[in-house]
T-cell receptor
Framework: AQTVTQSQPEMSVQEAETVTLSCTYD???????LFWYKQPPSRQMILVIR??????QNATENRFSVNFQKAAKSFSLKISDSQLGDTAMYFC?????????FGQGTRLTINP | DAMVIQNPRYQVTQFGKPVTLSCSQTLNHNVMYWYQQKSSQAPKLLFH???????NEADTPDNFQSRRPNTSFCFLDIRSPGLGDAAMYLC??????????FGSGTRLTVV
């Protein structure tokens, strides 16, 4: 079974700072996807960014980027110029068959 | 906009009284999922439908059932809710390319 580990239960930074959330995973597959999801207090899970393992280039979506280290099975999320609206739970996720397996989550708070 | 809609947003039910949560989608995705999420925890998959094929997780209690009458709708039935079943229930959909979309969730309270 695939496992996904997020080692930072909570993080807190000041607005406009850069923050990095870590995620490691375990798989024997060679081609796969990895995801970061954001779940604000309103509770709807929103896709932040998606990485395809066969692509060496790290995915980027505006202020969000990943550092994907396939050999190390590491998939960290960097949020640049953090904003108050970035306050949320962040989940790293990995597909196992058709279903998503989630990490334990990191509660990120952006302080004014 | 194409989306995943869950009704109701909040549901209060009595201990032991059957309750049904609903999910509908306009994305025409072939896979639909039900996740249970307790406070400050990761979502836990209960079951999913791949087209009409039902796939139950090994540790999903028998108290939880699901129906998918057509592509657009999926229901979660809790036959005899206990206090431990109070949680947020998330519906999600996907296609074969792992394009997942989540609904806003139904928060279930058991009194």
């Amino acid at each position: 079974a695939q496992t996904v580990t997020q080692s930072q239960p909570e993080m807190s930074v000041q607005e406009a700072e850069t923050v990095t959330l870590s995620c490691t995973y375990d798989t024997s597959e060679n081609n796969y996807y990895l995801f970061w999801y954001k779940q604000p207090p309103s509770r709807q899970m929103i896709l932040v960014i998606r990485q395809e393992a066969y692509k060496q280039q790290n995915a980027t979506e505006n202020r969000f980027s990943v550092n994907f280290q396939k050999a190390a099975k590491s998939f960290s999320l960097k949020i640049s110029d953090s904003q108050l609206g970035d306050t949320a739970m962040y989940f790293c996720a990995f597909p196992e068959g058709q279903k998503l397996v989630f990490g334990q989550g990191t509660r990120l708070t952006i302080n004014p | 906009d194409a989306m995943v809609i869950q009704n109701p947003r909040y549901q209060v039910t009595q201990f032991g009284k059957p309750v049904t949560l609903s999910c509908s989608q306009t994305l025409n995705h072939n896979v639909m999922y039900w996740y249970q999420q307790k406070s400050s925890q990761a979502p836990k998959l209960l079951f999913h439908y791949y087209d009409k094929d039902f796939n139950n997780e090994a540790d999903t209690p028998d108290n939880f059932q699901s129906r998918r009458p057509n592509t657009s709708f999926c229901f979660l039935d809790i036959r005899s809710p206990g206090l431990g079943d109070a949680a947020m229930y998330l519906c999600a959909t996907s296609r074969d390319d792992f394009d997942y979309t989540f609904g806003s969730g139904t928060r279930l309270t058991v009194v």
